[in-house]
């Protein structure tokens, strides 16, 4: 399965009414969770974040393919 | 002076309590003549309840306020006879674009739904919106529209409110059984009745500049995050009518507002901007700052809060003026029923509940909107570029970039009155939704669901063919109006035909509305007067339609 770049946000049990809410939910309580860090101390949940969520997709083709594109251009 | 509008000036005109020296008591006083006020007043003239309406001016809004008025917001002003006119002068606009730094990363086009009477949203000055609505309240012999006239204070009791009206001829009292106040942000009366209203103030500040703009200019949105030519801010470009353009530019919270204003800060600006050879108008500028706050509830004992009185957001989203306009419209048929006896002053909550609700989606909607646009650490800026840089290539990113979402009604599917599903059904009309629209035939004419229903209680029956409907269940249908709160049944089918006991047909002819309210021949519908779900069914049973006609109106036991 090659790496998921469509809209993909959604919460179990929740029923959206709204195209642009589910994406919108994620995108504030990524926002929330650095709220009153310092710029060091964000930047650290951020590595955390990452590994975590790397171990639970796992499949390091994946992996491979996401780390290539966060790459890109920067 | 503005070079493409003209401010009417309305009439003074000395109220009857100053001629004759007398107080006199009312059933409703509307304060405040901005466009929510003006709404509810108007859709409750229509319904028979007479109403007088105070303004302290005598002109429309002045200045850069309100612009995009969305589809719901326009299909209560349908409801109230200023829809067409808002539609014909607004601007239409179906492509958006977004820019980071010099590059488009993405555009997007809006177009509308097909089927729909009405577009996602319009775009149209203020004023405008508020003259056609001055206009049709004139022509309504119960509405008292009274220029010049500021309250200068307040008296609430539980008979009502008792108000000192200010006038060029002096003060005044005037008694009435119900305020609804609609003065706006800065509220006078709120303040008089010590009421708070809370939120947040967000640190920054935007110049708002509507520009006359000669050379020609596709009608579509531009939002740049970053641009070249106002580095490190956002900047957003609107057509309106008139060739008039909205431009607003982020400053950042250390702007200084009155130097910002200065012709000679702002023309270089716009210059940068748009390129230098094209010729543009300064109409009018302005600098701004945004909360988003509302009060703890909208009602009051007899009085209630409409409007940004009530609640105010951000501007990212064109909620101001479009859910006050649908707060006035959840009110009215409320109101209504407890002045005529026929349901109790708890509907009146129903309201606060209902709308402090649809405030708080508002201000949680434009918050996230601000918050991206002007992100407040190092980390948000960093997530919302990295949004923006991928954005260009993927969808997902697409989706989270927030310049502001488009104004959407809510989905009150909290609410008390709404009675919950005992069937299964697709689609997104559960209790508590407002309908979405349809085209359909009603006496062989063309014609929209939502131009049909509202303004009263109504079942939808939908059937496969009218004419073969049994003459006991359109009895019990026809009988559903002969009741103090009457609901007024209507067949909705596939097929013309008329049906018996004269109940009135829309014929489903595209299939929509089978298809948005998942219907099937049986499937009922019970719908509010501002035509949001009160509740719906498999098959149709007097008893259980009127169980949720007691539940939506408080009167159940
Ligand atoms: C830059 C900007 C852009 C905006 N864009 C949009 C948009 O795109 N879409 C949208 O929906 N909304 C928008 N808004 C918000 C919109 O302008 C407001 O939400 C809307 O005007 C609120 O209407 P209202 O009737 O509640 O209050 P107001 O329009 O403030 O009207 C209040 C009225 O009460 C009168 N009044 C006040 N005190 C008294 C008194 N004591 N006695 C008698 N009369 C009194 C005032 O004169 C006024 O006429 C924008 C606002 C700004 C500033």
């Known amino acids: 399965m090659p790496l998921n770049v469509k809209a993909n946000f959604f919460e179990p049990g929740k029923r959206y009414f709204r195209a642009f809410s589910p994406g919108d939910d994620f995108y504030e309580a990524l926002i929330e969770t650095h709220r009153d860090l310092s710029d060091e101390q964000s930047a650290m949940v951020n590595a955390k974040l990452v590994l975590l969520l790397a171990n639970h997709i796992g499949d390091i083709s994946i992996l491979r393919e996401a780390m290539k594109l966060a790459r890109e251009g920067v | 002076m503005l070079s493409t509008y003209q401010y009417p000036k309305y009439e003074y005109v000395q109220p009857p309590e100053q001629k004759s020296g007398t107080s006199q008591r009312y059933p409703v006083v509307v304060v405040g003549a901005g466009p929510v006020g003006l709404a509810g007043a108007i859709e409750l003239a229509q319904s028979g309840v007479p109403v007088v309406v105070l303004d302290d001016d005598d002109t429309v809004s002045v200045g850069s306020r309100g612009v995009c008025y969305a589809k719901r917001a326009l299909e209560v002003l349908d409801r109230i006879g200023v829809g067409d006119a808002c539609c014909d002068k607004g601007v239409s606009w179906n492509v958006g674009r977004t820019f980071f730094r010099d590059e488009e990363v993405y555009n997007f086009n809006l177009l509308p739904q097909p089927d729909h009477k009405r577009p996602g949203m319009i775009n149209l000055q203020q004023y405008y919106l508020e003259e056609f609505e001055i206009k049709r309240a004139q022509e309504l012999p119960n509405l008292d529209l009274r220029f010049k006239n500021k309250v200068v204070s307040v008296a609430t009791h539980d008979r009502g409110a008792t108000l000192q009206v200010e006038t060029p001829d002096g003060i005044y009292t005037l008694e009435t059984d119900w305020l609804i106040v609609a003065d706006g942000a800065r509220s006078g009366i709120r303040k008089m009745m010590n009421l708070e209203i809370e939120g947040k103030i967000f640190m920054d500040r935007f110049l708002i500049a509507d520009v006359v703009m000669k050379a020609d200019f596709p009608a579509e949105r531009w939002f740049w995050f970053d641009p070249p030519f106002h580095p490190g801010q956002s900047v957003l470009l609107h057509r309106q009518a008139d060739n008039v353009w909205r431009i607003d530019f982020q400053l950042g919270w250390q702007a200084d507002p009155e130097e910002e204003k200065k012709p000679e800060r702002v023309m270089p600006r716009i210059k940068a901007m748009l390129g230098d050879d094209r010729?543009?108008?300064?109409?009018?500028?302005?600098?701004?700052?945004?909360?988003?706050?509302?009060?703890?509830?909208?009602?009051?004992?007899?009085?209630?809060?409409?409007?940004?009185?009530?609640?105010?957001?951000?501007?990212?989203?064109?909620?101001?003026?479009?859910?006050?306009?649908?707060?006035?419209?959840?009110?009215?048929?409320?109101?209504?029923?407890?002045?005529?006896?026929?349901?109790?002053?708890?509907?009146?909550?129903?309201?606060?509940?209902?709308?402090?609700?649809?405030?708080?989606?508002?201000?949680?909607?434009?918050?996230?909107?601000?918050?991206?646009?002007?992100?407040?650490?190092?980390?948000?800026?960093?997530?919302?570029?990295?949004?923006?840089?991928?954005?260009?290539?993927?969808?997902?990113?697409?989706?989270?970039?927030?310049?502001?979402?488009?104004?959407?009604?809510?989905?009150?599917?909290?609410?008390?009155?709404?009675?919950?599903?005992?069937?299964?059904?697709?689609?997104?009309?559960?209790?508590?939704?407002?309908?979405?629209?349809?085209?359909?035939?009603?006496?062989?004419?063309?014609?929209?669901?939502?131009?049909?229903?509202?303004?009263?209680?109504?079942?939808?029956?939908?059937?496969?063919?009218?004419?073969?409907?049994?003459?006991?269940?359109?009895?019990?249908?026809?009988?559903?109006?002969?009741?103090?709160?009457?609901?007024?049944?209507?067949?909705?089918?596939?097929?013309?035909?008329?049906?018996?006991?004269?109940?009135?047909?829309?014929?489903?002819?595209?299939?929509r509305f089978a298809e948005r309210y998942d219907a099937q021949p049986g499937t009922v519908y019970l719908v509010r007067p501002d035509q949001h779900v009160a509740g719906r069914w498999r098959a149709f049973e007097t008893a259980r339609v009127k169980a949720a006609l007691a539940r939506a109106t408080c009167n159940a036991q």
């Open chain 2, 279 to 511: 010729e543009f108008e300064l109409e009018w500028v302005s600098v701004y700052t945004f909360q988003c706050r509302r009060m703890q509830s909208f009602r009051h004992g007899r009085t209630l809060f409409v409007g940004d009185v009530a609640h105010q957001v951000s501007p990212f989203g064109a909620r101001g003026a479009n859910s006050g306009i649908q707060d006035t419209d959840n009110l009215c048929w409320k109101l209504k029923l407890v002045m005529e006896g026929k349901a109790p002053e708890s509907l009146l909550d129903s309201y606060s509940e209902e709308r402090v609700f649809a405030a708080d989606e508002n201000i949680m909607n434009s918050t996230r909107s601000t918050d991206f646009i002007t992100p407040k650490s190092k980390t948000s800026l960093t997530f919302r570029n990295a949004v923006l840089t991928l954005a260009r290539d993927h969808a997902f990113a697409r989706a989270l970039v927030n310049s502001g979402r488009l104004s959407v009604p809510s989905f009150l599917t909290e609410s008390r009155l709404n009675t919950p599903d005992t069937a299964s059904f697709k689609g997104d009309m559960v209790p508590g939704a407002p309908l979405d629209d349809a085209p359909i035939k009603a006496a062989g004419r063309d014609a929209w669901l939502l131009d049909r229903v509202g303004n009263r209680f109504m079942a939808l029956l939908y059937v496969s063919d009218p004419a073969a409907l049994d003459a006991a269940t359109a009895r019990a249908l026809k009988a559903l109006g002969d009741a103090p709160i009457p609901i007024e049944a209507v067949l909705v089918s596939p097929a013309a035909g008329s049906a018996p006991e004269g109940l009135p047909v829309f014929e489903d002819y595209t299939g």
